[in-house]
């Protein structure tokens, strides 16, 4: 069975919620990627077997498959076909998945995979009647950035809690203190600003015309333990999860070139050799990564003592800080050794795209190794995917 080798991976900046990137349609910010990882690599779009795109939302601009939108505004051949999917934060890891499986089987020789999302500009939706012509009174307006919406009443209530409440429920049965998430995001912060200023994510990073970022917009260089403290609980009166030790709401995107050995005339960046997905009680979503990565793991044939790096997506500090308590024998000054998403930011579709890229640029310019990327996704499911080189 053939190999999957990623050939390069790009990412836009991310952007704050209504900041930089607020003005750009989500398959513009899918075009600019997609066009950006073959123009690196000097590969002929017309030899891309399929473009498999992840993003959250699609309830706006990015409806009607924006994967197959954003390749047509690359200007790719109207031959090269593409899909979206959706498994919410984990879309563009799905993306990464669904391609490696593709080539691994021998259907496709070299597939173009990443992610977008625009929470700016998800929409507002409001329920239609199932009379033709209703005698209507007030509706709600839902918000499409994130979170539940028109939740069935046949789930359990205790599943349908915000993901900020999951992230208290899983401090409080962790026994993880509000010092040790705000300490946790610091660090994301300090080691972002770090990473951008020797020039690390340079490599990566495609600008979007127009709206062009010097770094990650959400990246507060100036945080301190005691601006955190200061911020106010927001899913508890007595909670500890803030908008400090939180990701935040953003926009950006990511591609991810995959083909087998020899696909591309370029020298890969790594190798997929495990993937892992797992599914656990919707109100701790948080925690699915730790045997998600377990199994992605084993199947590697790997143990936590081979890993050299670890991209965990922080969703939350909590859920983060519980995450790495599953995994024992795991150094935790290997996780997220230039930021994560506290700082950088988790535009959902995109941000496996973000860290699996992350961690094959990493791994080359460290010589080779073994690394983990693995994210946590809302109604209770984990992702992970090892790559070496």
């Not at 989500?26 to 066009?35: F, K, T």
Request: aromatic fraction near 4%; include cysteine; proline fraction near 5%.
């Amino acid at each position: 069975m053939p190999a999957t080798y990623i050939y390069d991976a790009v990412r836009t900046p991310f952007g704050r919620a209504g900041g930089a990137l607020a003005g750009t349609r989500p398959d513009d910010l899918a075009a600019v990627v997609m066009r950006a990882a073959v123009e690196r690599t000097g590969l002929d779009p017309a030899r891309i077997d399929d473009v498999i795109f992840g993003d959250a939302n699609q309830a706006g601009e990015d409806n009607r498959n924006v994967a197959r939108m954003g390749a047509l505004l690359a200007g790719f051949p109207t031959t090269v076909p593409g899909a979206t999917v959706n498994r919410l934060c984990g879309s563009s890891v799905e993306a990464v998945i669904q391609g490696s499986r593709a080539i691994e089987a021998g259907d496709a020789a070299v597939v173009l995979v990443g992610g977008v999302e625009s929470m700016s500009r998800a929409p507002y939706v409001v329920e239609k009647s199932a009379k033709p012509w209703p005698a209507v009174g007030n509706q709600t307006l839902w918000n499409t950035a994130i979170g539940w919406r028109m939740t069935n009443p046949k789930l359990p209530v205790e599943w349908t809690i915000s993901n900020g409440q999951s992230a208290e429920k899983l401090a409080r049965i962790h026994d993880i203190s509000r010092d040790a998430q705000d300490a946790f995001a610091l660090r994301s912060h300090r080691l972002a600003a770090d990473a951008w200023a020797a020039g690390v994510y340079d490599g990566e990073i495609v600008q979007v015309p127009g709206a062009e970022l010097s770094r990650d917009e959400g990246i507060r260089a100036d945080s301190s333990l005691e601006k955190l403290g200061a911020l106010k609980a927001l899913f508890a009166a007595d909670g500890t999860v803030t908008a400090g030790n939180s990701s935040p709401i953003n926009d950006g995107a990511s591609a991810v070139l995959l083909g087998a050995e020899g696909a591309v005339n370029a020298e890969p960046l790594a190798r997929i050799t495990g993937r892992g997905v797992f599914g656990n009680d919707p109100d701790v979503f948080g925690v699915a990564p730790v045997e998600a990565a377990n199994r992605a793991l084993a199947r590697a044939g790997r143990s936590w003592t081979d890993v050299d790096l670890v991209e965990l997506n922080e969703a939350f500090a909590s859920q983060s800080l519980a995450c790495l308590a599953g995994w024992p024998d795991l150094d935790p000054d290997r996780v997220n050794v230039h930021g994560g998403a506290i700082a950088i930011g988790h535009p959902l579709g995109a941000s496996g795209g973000r860290i699996i890229g992350h961690a094959a640029h990493e791994l080359k310019r460290r010589g080779g190794g073994v690394a983990v990327a693995a994210l946590c996704i809302g109604v209770g499911q984990g992702l992970a995917v090892v790559i070496e080189r």
